[in-house]
């Protein structure tokens, strides 16, 4: 009789304690940030990144030369929220949080100028890997953008100047 209930005990605490590792390695990106750059007299803090998330979803207010963006992204599932890129197309995206880190995958279907109006819209894809430090002071995010429906010279050629890699410092919890 006493085996069952110890063999009951000892699988209850493991349970408990991978949940609570679990848990305790998630990271909150919540917060607001501005972009990392040298410290000049002249330089004016003309970008913001505000950051707040859930269990379910991470959303996200862009601020870039006075005008504001909004994108909600859910988090590991298969729906899609809305998304507005920092120039202000709108879009589809979704996260999914893989350790301590977020992937957001977004996709926004553009018309350039002169466009057909029977031609169907281009496409342009963007993967964003998000870091947090150790510290939880400095956020970076490497971006890869892909425009898979474009014409391959455009694409090569566009595809270079849009990746990156940018840092952010935390200004608010």
């Excluded at 003309?46 to 862009?62: G, M, P």
């Excluded at 279907?109 to 169907?120: H, Q, V």
Aim: hydrophobic share 30%; aromatic share 6%.
């Amino acid at each position: 009789m006493k085996v069952p209930v110890l063999l009951t005990a000892c699988v209850a605490f493991t349970m408990c304690l991978s949940a609570y590792t679990s848990a305790s390695d998630k990271v909150d990106f919540s917060g607001k940030f501005v972009p990392e750059r040298e410290k000049h007299a002249s330089d004016k803090i003309d970008s913001t990144l505000e950051i707040a998330q859930t269990q379910d979803a991470i959303e996200i207010t862009r601020a870039e030369l006075g005008k504001k963006t909004f994108s909600r992204c859910p988090l590991n599932g298969p729906s899609e929220g809305d998304y507005t890129s920092p120039g202000g197309m709108s879009g589809k995206c979704k996260g999914q949080l893989k350790g301590k880190y977020i992937i957001l995958d977004s996709t926004v279907p553009i018309r350039p100028k002169p466009w057909r109006e029977n031609a169907p819209p281009l496409t342009v894809h963007t993967k964003e890997k998000w870091q947090l430090s150790a510290d939880a002071k400095t956020l970076t995010i490497k971006s890869d953008v892909e425009f898979p429906n474009f014409p391959s010279d455009i694409s090569a050629a566009v595809a270079g100047t849009t990746s990156g890699t940018r840092k952010y410092k935390r200004t608010s919890p």
